[in-house]
């Protein structure tokens, strides 16, 4: 949506970037076990790194099914780059 404050013809101008996910599962996983440094899946257990990898690859269904829209999932499901960030320390607590 433009926005109220910025006129429309700066808008219609400027260049615009997106930051998309890249296309196809495999992509997808890799994009996101690749967001971990390699120095923090090597200093993991091995069930860390397994539970990682299935943090991961459920992440990238979800960013998969993202553009089927209501027939990928009825409700769209937040689970962002941040969230994925975010669940190795949750899980450095358990």
Do not use: V
Not at 19 to 24: F, L, M, Q, R
Not at 28 to 54: M, V
Not at 77 to 84: A, E, R, V
């Amino acid at each position: 949506d433009p926005s109220k404050t910025i006129p429309i013809g700066i808008l219609s101008r400027c260049i615009k970037l997106t930051n998309e996910p890249p296309a196809g599962l495999k992509a997808n996983l890799k994009r996101a076990w690749c967001f971990f440094s390699k120095e923090y899946i090597d200093d993991a257990d091995s069930k860390t790194r397994s539970i990682l990898f299935g943090l991961c690859h459920f992440h990238s269904i979800l960013m998969e099914r993202k553009m089927f829209g209501p027939m990928g999932f009825n409700m769209k499901y937040p689970f962002s780059i941040g969230d994925l960030r975010d669940s190795p320390t949750c899980l450095q607590n358990y």
